[in-house]
């Protein structure tokens, strides 16, 4: 008897172990910090009304309001701010423990590396190979997973990103601008259908490449063709394509005319795989490659030695264009 009250009067005065909805609160941090509901269900993978919903959940399990909805933006309320500085501060340490746990098993000696299935296809994978022959005792990982990553899970070390380079509270720097050119397969140019100025588009088939707006212009076809003032007619017809490596490969195949963003066509057009068919400047994009890891990250000898060779290779493309 004395036992078992001893049991009873134990579970009284131990603290009541709280069920955190997890899933909630990461997509609650997500909002806040990327201050759109469309860009946190693209960085999670999960559709819109999913982050929706688990907004809902969490302002419904802490009995409090945590976000003002508005039409174009949602701001947190001082208990919402509140409570995604906790979580991304949390997610943070998570992240760094993760990242020395990771370390410790394998002595420092690998990194993770995130990019676009196209830029580690066409720029990074033909280069990486010397990367490891400069550093044969660090062992390198490419994720390509097209959804934005997160650091604070440990998911990669550091990413290669395209956009307009706005990653808050990351360590952030510009690897490659870009420029845009049309670009075919050298058989493509003896055919009997002409092409020697823009307006012989129309007797070919355009290749789309169907990039997802993250800010500034769309580096496509008609953005191109109004930053020359000239006119896009209609082609032939129209394939679209929902990777970049795939627009370069069916260019390469003779499958039509390609809207050559450079870092992904610059090897091509090298040995020969690929020609430019218009004697027409290159039109700047708004768009660019970013080195993007956490700030404390580059401390780490191996993530350290990728940025100075990566740098060093973005470099060596410059002075070659």
Known sequence: MRNLIAKVSQAYITPMLITLPFAALRAFEAVVRLNSFSRAADELGVSQSAVSQHVRVLEDW?????????ARASNPTDEGRRLSEAIAEGLGQIGE????????SSSGKTLSVSCLPGFAINWLFPRLIHFDQAHPDISVSISTDPRPVNFGTGEADVAIRYGMGRYPGLHVQKLLDEALTPVCAPALLNSSLPLRHPADLSYHTLLIDELKPVGG????WDFWATQLGTLLPRPA???????????????IEGLGVALGRDALVMDALTDGRLVRPFELPPVPSDYAFWFV????????????AFHDWVFAQAQACNKSD
């Open 293 to 304: 890891c956490p700030e404390a990250a580059l401390e780490r000898p191996p993530i350290r």
């Open 62 to 70: 802490t009995g409090q309001r945590l976000l003002v909805r508005g």
């Open 217 to 220: 212009r769309l580096p496509n």
């Open 97 to 104: 423990i993760c990242q020395d746990l990771r370390s410790r």
């Open 237 to 251: 017809r129209i394939r679209r394509f929902g990777q970049s490596n795939m627009v370069v490969q069916a260019a």
